[in-house]
Structures are given as structure tokens and as C-alpha cells.
């Protein structure tokens, strides 16, 4: 099942990636991976789970980072078996890649890093899919020379909005149109693109009441994937409680980036 939706996603089928952002416990993960999963299968489109094991990029010392890698990619691979998912999952350092690779199909490259080009190389080197977030700092086109140091064709790059003074994020649209000139499927992260870094005092938070009309514009100028942070409780998630969509809009919010994407066609 999980190589039968990552073929379908390199024949170029629109799909999506969901979970909540860090691994709080197994049980939130298995409860949104269910969920999810069944609206995948209500929609039809593919559908890759995404949790990070740990949150290395805090602002606070305090922050919750998560449980622990050998935990996080336990809980990770338990999902994998359970509801034959595809997994993915962010990276931090080389010294994590070749355990993650024994999990994940999609290793994610944070946007901060992704001009740290050991990292880029070595997870294109394990021969999963890569899929690499724009930095909030870096031009669209600037993304055609960090896909080129990967020399390799399994790769997504993503946009998650770019600095706009202090504490704000902006999506520029026509990125996603200078993105596809990679030749790599893009990706619109709905939820990251609407964060306020920092906006809380100690935390980030968000605008999440945007995330919906933001998916659509997106589907409307033309993207591959959907990337969506979602928790059944955001008020109550141990990070990103600003920015996460809750999981019960997950529904409307595909079957509206769907009708868009039927009629942009």
C-alpha cells in the first residue's frame, strides 16, 4: 500500500500530506493517521502521513522537541504497519538519515535548513523521496540549485511563506509557478505558510482561519500536494497549537481544494 500511493504520487496524482506536527503520543498519532486515512479513501487521492520525532527549531528553551527519535520512528513504523501508510518525517542532522531511511518514504528537509547542503545530499543518497521546504529567506528560483545538488529525480520542494517583517509570514503565489520550472512536484503547506513566528511572546502561532481560503488559491494557481498540519485538540497541542487546522475541517478543506482543482482544469 505505502509503494502503491508513493507511484501514484510519481504519476503525478494530487495528494496529500497530513498529521499533527510533533509526536505527542502514539495515541494522537494513530488517531489522526485513522481519521485521515479515511478521507483519503472517501476522496480517492493518495495520502502520506507526516509527524516529527522531534522539533529541533524551538524558540523557547522550555519548548516541547518531542520524545525522542528511536520512540518517534517506533510510533512512526507502528502507523506504517497498521494503516499501510506512507510516512514522512523531517531530519536535523547526517547522523539521523540512515535510521530514518529504515522508516520513512518521504525524508523531509526543514526549511531552515535547506541549504545545508550534507543534509540535502545525504538524504537523496539513501534513495527515498526527498522532499525539501523552501526557507522563508530564500527566493523561489534559488530552489533550482539546491534540487540540483541532490542528482536525483525523486524529489518535492515545498513552499511555506517567507519572512515579511518581524513575526509574519507572506505567500507570495507566483513561487509555486517558479518552483515547477525545478521540474519537481511543489507542494503548498497551508499551515506553516500562516504561521507568526514568534507571534506568541514564547511560541509561534498563527492564522489558521486562513488555512482553508489558502489551500484553494493554492489548488487554483496549480500545485501537486497539499501539506496540512492537523490535530483533533490544536487549543491543546504541545507545538504549532497556533497554526494547526483542527482535524475535524480536514473534510471541508479537501473537498473544497478538489473543487477548485476540477474547475481550474
Not at 57 to 70: A, H, K, Q, V, Y
Not at 166 to 171: I, P, T
Not at 175 to 184: V, Y
Request: aromatic share 8%; charged share 25%.
Amino acid at each position: 500500500m505505502p509503494e502503491t500511493t508513493m507511484k501514484r504520487i510519481e504519476n503525478n496524482e494530487f495528494f496529500l500530506i497530513a498529521g499533527p506536527c510533533v509526536i505527542e503520543s502514539a495515541e494522537l498519532c494513530f488517531s489522526v493517521a485513522e481519521s485521515v486515512k479515511e478521507l483519503a479513501e472517501k476522496y480517492d487521492i493518495p495520502f502520506v502521513f507526516k509527524a516529527s520525532y522531534k522539533k529541533a527549531n524551538r524558540l523557547s528553551p522550555g519548548s516541547f522537541s518531542g520524545n525522542g527519535m528511536d520512540k518517534g520512528l517506533e510510533i512512526l513504523a507502528n502507523i506504517k504497519k497498521q494503516f499501510n501508510l506512507p510516512i514522512l518525517t523531517d531530519v536535523h542532522e547526517t547522523t539521523e538519515i540512515e535510521a530514518v531511511a529504515q522508516v520513512a518514504d518521504i525524508i523531509q528537509i526543514p526549511a531552515f535548513l535547506c541549504r545545508q547542503t550534507d543534509l540535502v545530499v545525504k538524504a537523496a543518497g539513501t534513495g527515498k523521496w526527498v522532499n525539501i521546504k523552501k526557507g522563508q529567506f530564500l527566493a523561489p528560483e534559488d530552489m533550482q540549485k539546491i534540487v540540483s545538488k541532490t542528482n536525483s529525480k525523486k524529489v518535492m520542494v515545498t513552499e511555506r511563506g517567507t519572512t515579511f517583517g518581524y513575526h509574519n509570514l507572506v505567500v507570495d503565489f507566483r513561487s509555486l509557478l517558479i518552483m515547477k520550472e525545478t521540474g519537481c512536484p511543489v507542494v503548498f503547506d497551508a499551515t506553516h505558510s500562516l504561521q507568526l513566528p514568534g507571534g506568541g511572546g514564547n511560541v509561534s502561532t498563527g492564522q489558521p482561519e486562513y488555512i482553508i481560503p489558502f489551500a484553494k488559491a493554492a489548488a487554483a494557481v496549480g500545485i501537486n500536494g497539499l501539506f496540512v498540519e492537523t490535530h483533533p485538540e490544536p487549543e491543546k497541542a504541545l507545538s504549532d497549537a497556533g497554526a494547526m487546522l483542527p482535524l475535524d475541517k480536514m473534510d471541508e478543506l479537501i473537498e473544497s481544494v478538489l473543487s477548485v482543482r476540477e474547475a481550474a482544469q
